[in-house]
């Protein structure tokens, strides 16, 4: 099912001839003609149900004996086909805030995720008559997605190897949630503006092993800068003293160096430097 436009005309018009038909009957009534004014007043109760009110960013679906004819999406006051059925349904922007839902990530983790949802109604038939309550049609099928997205990536990824994480990547993340719910929701006439998560965390019971694992893996990564920039600096310190003639070194003397070297710069502790003053013989 897909929205149509509804038949209507101006409501001040309808308006207008619901009064006339009104004092038609009176007027009616008071020549004695009593079938002729019940008539009138038949006819002018006809017409004064199909005169509706639409508010701003809001549709009104109709619908006759169980066929729908159509909706109005423009505010204002309108005349349409009488003795319709009517519901009325918001086209307004509005969010879902996701309950933090507990899930395990590809590599088996407990994780706590949620996420905020920003939607609109773009098809008023679709969100009235393809599903039974479109905005609980959007709830639980932002939490299957947001569930399925989750199971697809670890929380974090503790080697570079290139791949995506939920913490890492969470404007892709983000991307691929609203790309999803867009594919799921498009049977209600719903549109997804943007979908974002709200919160990413470890469950409790692993939390604290996380933390650890977490630290661990920045130590490592910072000694293994450290021992980088420690080779390359005693490296460019033998190449100058050899350069620049300062001192002669043997293979022995040049290892003795460079050990002394990473010592130093690798230590977790400051240097504790020995003065060599030289032998009376």
């Known amino acids: 099912m897909n929205e149509t436009r509804a038949w209507r005309i101006n409501g001040f018009l ?3 001839v619901f009064l006339a038909l009104m004092a038609g009957g009176i007027a009616a009534f008071t ?3 009593p079938v002729t004014g019940v008539l009138f007043v038949i ?17 009104m679906a109709l619908t006759f004996f169980g066929r729908y004819l159509g909706s109005v999406r423009d505010a204002g006051m309108w005349l349409t086909v009488p003795l319709c059925f009517r519901k009325k349904v918001s086209l307004r922007v509005r969010n879902f805030n996701s309950a933090k839902l507990k899930v395990n990530d590809v590599e088996g983790n407990p994780i706590e ?9 773009v098809d008023s038939a679709k969100a009235l008559f393809d599903v039974d309550d479109y905005e609980e049609f959007v709830e639980i099928q932002s939490e299957t997605a947001l569930r399925h997205v989750a199971t697809r990536y670890p929380y974090d990824t503790f080697e570079d190897d290139g791949g995506y994480s939920l913490r890492g990547n969470a404007e892709e993340v983000a991307a691929e949630l609203g790309t999803e719910l867009q594919a799921r929701l498009s049977v209600a006439g719903v549109e997804v503006i943007e979908a974002r998560l709200t919160h990413l965390a470890y469950a409790t019971e692993i939390a ?19 021992v980088e920039g420690a080779v390359g600096m005693a490296q460019m310190a033998i ?18 160096m460079i050990n002394n070297l990473l010592v130093a710069i690798v230590s977790d502790r400051a240097a504790q430097p020995v003065i060599n003053t030289g032998s009376l013989y």
């Not at 199909?50 to 508010?55: E, L, N, S």
């Not at 995720?113 to 109604?121: E, K, M, T």
């Not at 050899?242 to 001192?247: A, G, N, P, Q």
Request: hydrophobic content about 55%.
């Open 239 to 256: 190449e100058q003293l050899l350069r620049d003639d300062i001192v002669e070194l043997d293979e022995e003397r040049k290892v003795a």
């Open 43 to 59: 006819v002018a109760s006809i017409l004064a149900s199909g005169i509706i009110v639409v508010q701003p960013n809001q549709a």
């Open 208 to 226: 604290h092993a996380m933390l650890q694992r977490q630290q661990a893996s920045a130590v490592v990564s910072a000694r293994k800068k450290i």
């Open 14 to 16: 309808g308006a207008v």
């Open 113 to 121: 995720i949620a996420a905020v949802v920003v939607f609109r109604v």
């Open 31 to 33: 020549a004695f003609k």
